[in-house]
């Protein structure tokens, strides 16, 4: 089936920590990966992404890891702040029957104690 | 300047009741997404627009409708509406259909039946 998991639902990190957000996917045949965050009240936003063909990806003060051989993929966060806290999703891109669609993990809720 | 925007973004409504969310995107991309997020904070696409064809119909009930007038438009229309689908409801755009295109995200509807 499709399913994108994560390891930890919530996450409490100390204001200039490094953050480790784990995910783990189902769909083999994923060739696209995405990490959303989404504040209180607001839609998701895009925050960094990953092709297949790639096992890491830096973005400013963020970090993807992909490992496909275990179906696991990452967001590395520096110096956590304040501003961090929110829900993290990963989402992949699963391609079935000639249709392609984004599929989001449940969500880690991270917050950053000052 | 809103990329995406959705309309209203609180609905009350009573059960039975039929109502129409709408969506517009200025991005001049081509396809449209909408998505359901539960009481969970779970993300589900429901439906995906390209040049306002219909792409993906996630097993919705029949009493989702979605309408795309142009590419810039996918309003949602819900009949007879029960307790269950009380969520927030995403609309999202992205440049392309398929593989390596990020999804921007609306501020999402709050849609609570009673």
């Known amino acids: 089936g499709e399913s994108v998991g994560l390891h930890l639902p919530t996450l409490s990190v100390q204001e200039g920590d490094n953050s480790i957000i784990n995910c783990a996917y189902s769909n083999s045949a994923s060739d696209y990966f995405i990490w959303y965050k989404q504040e209180s009240g607001k839609g998701p936003q895009f925050i960094i992404d990953?092709?297949?063909?790639?096992d890491k990806r830096q973005g400013q003060r963020v970090t993807v890891l992909l490992n496909k051989t275990v179906k696991h993929l990452s967001l590395q966060i520096a110096a956590t702040q304040p501003g961090d806290s929110a829900v993290y999703f990963c989402a992949e891109n699963i391609s079935k029957g000639g249709s392609e669609k984004l599929v989001f993990g449940k969500g880690t809720k991270l917050t950053v104690n000052p | 300047d809103t990329a995406v925007s959705q309309t209203p973004k609180y609905l009350v409504t009573q059960m039975g009741n039929d109502k129409s969310i709408k969506c517009e995107q200025n991005l001049g991309h081509d396809t449209m997404y909408w998505y359901k997020q539960d009481s969970k904070k779970f993300l589900k696409i429901m439906f995906s627009y390209n040049n306002k064809e219909l792409i993906i119909n996630e097993t919705v009930p029949n009493r989702f409708s979605p309408k795309s007038p142009d590419k810039a438009h996918l309003n949602l229309h819900i009949n007879s509406l029960e307790l269950g689908d009380s969520a927030v409801y995403f609309c999202a755009s992205s440049q392309a259909y398929g593989w390596g295109s990020e999804a921007f995200f609306g501020q999402g509807t709050r849609l609570t039946v009673v």
């Open positions: 990953i092709r297949s063909n790639m």
